[in-house]
């Protein structure tokens, strides 16, 4: 009989952040709108008695096909501080060995939140080696200051709530870093359509979204919370959830490409030349709004809520991949954090 065991985690990553930006530390305060989809992060964690000199922790790195092992107990960042910080801030048990395989379908520097995905699933599965005690709010929150206390980046909290929770959510950021998560109950139908109407475009390159904070912050000033920026984005990610509750998906696509304006506006390098290629594209096509995920910047994905019609929906999405473009598949993720 077998002594080893497996833990497996899967953690949702995210597109439509309306109100991007407003759930960092400079606007103090904020109001975000987003949706949680697969491709997700996926964690598998062996676990097994330790057996002589057997490395404590063994981590595969699937999409890098790289291999490292470390001592849980004796931590030092080095080529993935990421995963070693997350590793780093749970107690793993020292009566048994493990091997950490991490995947994910979603290509690195997706702008799609899976940097915080990847660190949910993680702290997750490695929770469950105790028997897991932590809520999905509180490992959301361990994620976190993963990136912006261990590693001292730059980060906003949605990223790890919409991984953590799932779903179509409006996150209410009363005080950073605290929020309220508050799911849209929608029907199925208008779940079904938001599904079949959705574009995930990848421009084909990485984005660092740290880099991109660090420039849009200095031009914001000591008083961004006041930016006329940050208060418009706070008010279209309530528009973008009051106008999908209504089923009004015209109004919901033109609260993305507001969001996408308020981007070029608050600063030239958030919304790059491909990225305005492609909107152009969409355009063409009678597509109903494009967003440009997460930090923006020059790489990473653009959201593409399309007008209904499927035949001229395969048609753009053609059109984007002749032009050099990957369309990446995505589902809507109505669960988040899932440890088993």
């Known amino acids: 009989m077998s002594n080893t065991r497996i833990i497996n985690a899967v953690a949702p990553t995210r597109i439509c952040d309306v109100g991007g930006w407003t759930d960092t530390w400079f606007a103090k305060s904020g109001c975000i709108f987003n949706i949680a989809v697969y491709p997700y992060v996926e964690v598998q964690i062996k676990v097994s008695p330790p057996k002589g000199d057997q490395n404590r922790l ?18 030092h960042y080095g080529k993935y501080p990421l995963i070693e910080a997350a590793i780093d801030s749970v107690n793993i048990p020292k009566d048994m060995c493990c091997e950490v395989n991490i995947y994910s379908n979603m290509p690195p520097g997706a702008s799609t939140g899976t940097s915080g995905a990847l660190t949910v699933a993680l702290i997750g599965a490695l929770d469950a080696l105790a028997q897991g005690h932590l809520s999905v709010a509180e490992v959301a929150r361990l994620a976190h200051e993963v990136e912006t206390v261990k590693l001292g980046k730059q980060s906003g909290i949605q990223d790890q709530l919409c991984a953590a929770f799932g779903g179509v959510n409006y996150i209410e950021m009363r005080e950073y870093p605290y929020a309220v998560v508050s799911p849209l109950k929608l029907p199925d139908r208008v779940l079904w359509e938001l599904e079949r109407r959705l574009m995930l475009v990848y421009i084909g390159f990485p984005h660092d979204s740290s880099a991109i904070h660090t420039k849009v912050i200095e031009k914001l000033g000591d008083h961004a919370q006041d930016s006329p920026y940050i208060v418009e984005l706070r008010k279209l990610a309530s528009m973008a959830k009051v106008s999908l509750c209504a089923q009004d998906f015209a109004g919901f696509g033109a609260c993305l490409n507001q969001n996408t304006q308020i981007q070029r506006e608050m600063h030239p390098l958030l919304v790059c030349e491909k990225f305005e290629d492609i909107i152009e594209i969409c355009n063409s096509y009678n597509a109903l709004g494009c967003k440009v995920n997460g930090a923006g910047g020059n790489g990473g994905t653009i959201t593409v809520f399309t007008d209904g019609d499927m035949h001229m929906k395969r048609k753009l999405a053609d059109d984007l991949v002749q032009k050099g473009y990957e369309i990446i598949p995505i589902h809507l ?6 440890v088993w």
Do not use: C, H, K
């Not at 063994?58 to 931590?75: C, G, H, K, M, R």
């Not at 993720?333 to 899932?338: M, N, P, Q, T, V």
């Open 58 to 75: 063994t981590v595969n790195l699937e999409n890098y096909a790289d291999t490292f092992s470390l001592d849980p107990q004796n931590i």
């Open 333 to 338: 993720a109505r669960e988040g954090l899932r």
